[in-house]
């Protein structure tokens, strides 16, 4: 049905899935056309938006999706991560502790709002919200990396070692994951196993 809201936002969404975020916001677009009203469909474009890296395209529409639908968590969570990306971290954090409370198993609500806190330089939050996140889901690779760079900020690097080694481990092709141990190791003097990171870290950069 070519009329159907939904099914055009249900487009979008796997349009997005599928990494094809110009459909995926053209698809939102007319379904926000055809109901202005439908949470779901501002709460798409938005998730597109931030792949595409228009954080604040991707605010307002999330802004939106939540007048629509106070209890949308993942309207929640997606302004939630693109204020921590703006460096708006108080209100990231806001968002993401809604997030929580609405949705009490969101492992990325959990790690996100570590990061954030690292950011603000509130560690022990940080690692602690990052080990919920991994305790929901034990192969998160970002909750480790979260952690461990909550360590490493803290000055406990061989804890941050750890970490990024099992952020490694899940994540083997990540180029970012060995950038980040290699910054611990050259922060404890390490250095022939940082430039072997950092040698990784260029070889799997794309």
């Given amino acids: 049905d070519p009329n159907s809201a939904m099914a055009y936002a249900n487009r979008g969404w796997a349009n997005m899935q599928k990494g094809d975020f110009e459909k995926a916001v053209a698809d939102c677009t007319e379904a926000i056309r055809l109901d202005p009203n439908l949470a779901m469909a501002h709460n798409n474009r938005g ?11 991707a605010i307002a529409e999330f802004t939106e999706a939540i007048r629509l639908d106070p209890t949308d968590s993942m309207a929640r969570l997606g302004r939630g991560v693109s204020y921590s990306v703006t460096g708006e971290y108080d209100r990231a954090i806001h968002d993401l502790s ?12 959990y790690s996100e709002r570590g990061a954030a806190y690292k950011e603000i330089g509130d560690y022990d939050r940080a690692i602690a919200d990052c080990t919920e996140a991994i305790r929901l889901n034990p192969t998160n690779a970002i909750a480790y990396t979260n952690r461990g760079n909550a360590h490493d900020d803290k000055g406990d690097y061989d804890k941050a070692i750890a970490d990024h080694t099992e952020a490694i481990r899940l994540d083997p092709n990540s180029g970012p ?22 040698a990784d870290a260029i070889r799997l950069a794309p």
Avoid: H
């Fill in 47 to 57: 998730w597109a938006y931030m792949q595409k890296g228009e954080f604040n395209k």
């Fill in 177 to 198: 994951v060995y950038n980040n141990r290699a910054v611990t190791y050259n922060k404890k003097g390490e250095f022939d196993k940082a430039i072997a990171d950092f």
């Fill in 98 to 109: 809604e997030t929580i409370r609405l949705d009490p198993e969101s492992g990325k609500a």
